[in-house]
C-alpha cells in the first residue's frame, strides 16, 4: 500500500538552529499538509498545500515556519530559528482529492529543540 | 474557533463488550474522518463521513454521522485487546483546496483480555 515518507524520524537541534523536515506524500496526490502534536494534546493543523503554493495556515504557522515542494516529489517544513515549544512530532500528510478522499498520514518526525 | 469534543477521553473494559465513543461540536463540517494513532505513529485512517445520518460498518466498528453532521460516534461491538489503541475524529472544514483537519483529542482504549 503507497506510504508518506517522513525523514528523519527524530531530530533533535539547539535552540535558534533551522530544521528541515523533509516529506515524500504519495505520488499521485494533489493535496498535501503538515500537522503537529505537542506531546500529550491534540493533533494540529499547520499549513495545506495545493497548486504549488500554500492554501490555508494557522496561526502557528508564522514567518519562522515554510513550506517547499522543490523537485514535485519532496515536500519540506522549514522552521527558521526553532524555540523549545516547538518541540513536538510534526507530521505529513497528502491526499488526492477533496471531499470524501481520506488523507494518508506519515509516521511523523519527533522534533526536540534543547 | 472549532472544537471537536471526544469522549470518553479514557476507557477500560473487558474483551467482549461493546463500547461507543462520542465526537460532538457546535460546527458543521462537510466530512468527518475517524482514525486510530499507534504510539510513536501516525494517525492511520479508518473512515470517512459526509453525509448527514450517513452509518458505516467496518467489521465490528460502526460509524454514524449525525444528522446536522455536527457529531459523530463510532461503535465498537465485542470489543477484543487487539481493538487497544487511540482513536481520533476529525472534521474537514474549510474550501474546497484546503480541507484542513480539525482534531478531537482523542480516547485511549484499553481491551483487557
Known amino acids: 500500500e503507497p506510504e508518506v515518507t517522513q525523514t528523519p524520524s527524530h531530530q533533535v537541534t539547539q535552540m535558534g538552529q533551522e530544521v528541515i523536515l523533509r516529506c515524500v506524500p504519495i505520488s499521485n496526490h494533489l493535496y498535501f499538509y503538515w500537522y503537529r502534536q505537542i506531546l500529550g494534546q491534540k493533533v494540529e493543523f499547520l499549513v495545506s498545500f495545493y497548486n504549488n503554493e500554500i492554501s490555508e495556515k494557522s496561526e502557528i504557522f508564522d514567518d519562522q515556519f515554510s513550506v517547499e515542494r522543490p523537485d514535485g516529489s519532496n515536500f519540506t517544513l522549514k522552521i527558521r530559528s526553532t524555540k523549545l515549544e516547538d518541540s513536538a512530532m510534526y507530521f505529513c500528510a497528502s491526499r488526492f482529492g477533496t471531499g470524501d478522499y481520506g488523507y494518508t498520514f506519515g509516521s511523523g518526525t519527533r522534533l526536540t529543540v534543547v | 474557533t472549532q472544537l471537536l469534543e471526544q469522549s470518553p477521553q479514557f476507557l477500560s473494559i473487558q474483551e467482549g463488550e461493546n463500547l461507543t465513543v462520542y465526537c460532538n461540536s457546535s460546527s ?50 465485542a470489543a477484543q485487546p487487539g481493538d487497544t489503541g487511540l482513536y481520533l475524529c476529525a472534521g474537514a472544514h474549510g474550501s474546497s483546496n484546503t480541507g484542513k483537519l480539525i482534531f478531537g483529542q482523542g480516547t485511549t482504549l484499553q481491551v483487557k483480555p
Open chain 2, 28 to 77: 458543521v463540517f462537510s466530512s468527518l474522518q475517524w482514525y486510530r494513532q499507534e504510539p510513536g505513529e501516525g494517525p492511520v485512517l479508518l473512515v470517512t463521513v459526509v453525509t448527514g445520518g450517513e452509518v458505516k460498518k467496518l467489521k465490528r466498528l460502526t460509524f454514524q454521522f449525525g444528522d446536522a453532521r455536527k457529531d459523530s460516534s463510532l461503535h465498537i461491538t
